[in-house]
């Protein structure tokens, strides 16, 4: 075998979190089809995903959100999942205007196996993660035993640290 052959390394699959959400258009077709569509890259497979959650908007006044979160197997790096994230989040007509403003699609990188990224263009775990039951609530019941690196907690108690007012089935 050459050596050029035998130094090359198969890139396992990383297990990994995310979140979506969306409160303009039809927001349940919309997630629906999201994680379809992220299902059918090569690189990723959805493995489970939550319920939707209807939560009340965090931020500016807007519509109330359709939230969720998915467990994914990835062959992707951390950055390389991110820009897919986003490529698909242009699909369905994103437009970026006010921060935290009303979008058609949100897809967050919340947790990437147990890596600790703080780089300008992506953070890893989410760095308002732990802060948000739009976010835990749908996670929690996912990968409630899954431990953030950062705070050594497991999703479950952080859960019961948040302020969950605003997120309902
Ligand atoms: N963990 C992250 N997930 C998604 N986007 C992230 C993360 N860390 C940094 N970013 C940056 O945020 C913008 C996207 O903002 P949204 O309003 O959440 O769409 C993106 O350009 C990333 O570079
Ligand atoms: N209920 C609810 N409120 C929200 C939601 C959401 O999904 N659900 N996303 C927001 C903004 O998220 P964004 O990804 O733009 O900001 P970030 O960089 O702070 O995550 C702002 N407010």
Known sequence: MSDRISSFVIPR?????????????????????????LDHIPEIRVKR???????APIGPAQP????????LEVQ???YQLLQ???NVENQFGRVR???????????DLILFEDFILETPDLQVPH????ERAFVLVPLAEIAP??????????IAELLEQVERSGAVT
């Open 145 to 154: 035993h899954w431990i953030d690196p950062i705070s050594g907690k497991t």
């Open 13 to 37: 699959f990383y297990q990994t979190a995310i979140a979506l959400g969306s409160n303009l258009g039809d927001s349940a077709e919309t997630l629906e089809k999201a994680l379809q569509t």
């Open 76 to 78: 992707l790096t951390p």
């Open 84 to 86: 897919t994230l986003l």
């Open 97 to 107: 205007q006010e921060r935290w403003g009303p979008r058609t699609l949100d897809l």
């Open 127 to 130: 760095p308002r993660m732990s």
């Open 49 to 55: 995903r939550s319920s939707w959650y209807k939560t």
């Open 64 to 71: 109330d959100y359709l939230n969720a979160c998915a467990l």
